[in-house]
T-cell receptor, first 112, second 115 residues
Framework: QKEVEQNSGPLSVPEGAIASLNCTYS??????FFWYRQYSGKSPELIMS????GDKEDGRFTAQLNKASQYVSLLIRDSQPSDSATYLC????????????FGPGTSLSVIP | NAGVTQTPKFQVLKTGQSMTLQCAQD?????MYWYRQDPGMGLRLIYY???????DKGEVPNGYNVSRLNKREFSLRLESAAPSQTSVYFC??????????????FGSGTQLSVL
């Protein structure tokens, strides 16, 4: 079992719709959770970080964390063609202070 | 402010050759990382370093060695390159401070091909 898993893509949504990206993790000791966006041929960039159960909103992005279910999600409202990218979920473990593990990524295409 | 600088950007090796990928950061970060990225695999952690002089294995350390000689620099060495090591390699650094979101700052990547 992979430590971090994401819903398989590619995911296509029409412009203006809500895109929902999901991530599960295996280590209950994980304490920090991140969503990175990566455009083709570029380096990943941080979109959101979340540490506590519940929702965290930043503009059109909402991260949701449920530690009991070991589940993290990212919602993108009013999706734009510029949101087309690969979204990477990442998890930092408490037991290994600096170890950051990424999921395989989900490719999102927003269709105009 | 350069951030994280990786060299080289591109490299072609023959099977069995060795090389070192260099990474340097100027943000005074404690933590540094080496990842590789293959199609459909996301980023896989090779090695990481929590501070100068310390290194730890990640998910896929076999065939690689690292060196953290000072706070700024973290190098990745392939002693005997294999075609399976063809990949894009990313170096990253971060602080441990949650107030900065513990953000990973990435270099621009190295495209390595092993023939």
């Amino acid at each position: 079992q992979k430590e971090v898993e994401q819903n398989s893509g590619p995911l296509s949504v029409p412009e203006g719709a809500i895109a929902s990206l999901n991530c599960t993790y295996s280590d209950r000791g994980s304490q920090s959770f991140f969503w990175y966006r990566q455009y083709s041929g570029k380096s990943p960039e941080l979109i959101m970080s979340i540490y506590s159960n519940g929702d965290k909103e930043d503009g059109r992005f909402t991260a949701q964390l449920n530690k009991a279910s070991q589940y993290v999600s990212l919602l993108i409202r009013d999706s734009q063609p510029s949101d087309s990218a690969t979204y990477l979920c990442a998890v930092k473990k408490k037991t290994s202070y600096d170890k950051v593990i990424f999921g395989p990524g989900t490719s999102l295409s927003v269709i105009p | 402010n350069a951030g994280v600088t990786q060299t080289p950007k591109f490299q072609v090796l023959k099977t069995g050759q060795s090389m070192t990928l260099q990474c340097a950061q100027d943000m005074n970060h404690n933590s540094m990382y080496w990842y590789r990225q293959d199609p459909g695999m996301g980023l896989r952690l090779i090695y990481y370093s929590a501070s100068e002089g310390t290194t730890d294995k990640g998910e896929v350390p076999n065939g690689y060695n690292v060196s953290r000689l000072n706070k700024r620099e973290f190098s990745l060495r392939l002693e005997s390159a294999a075609p399976s090591q063809t990949s894009v390699y990313f170096c990253a650094s971060s602080t441990r401070d949650p107030s900065t979101n513990e953000k990973l700052f990435f270099g621009s990547g190295t495209q390595l091909s092993v023939l």
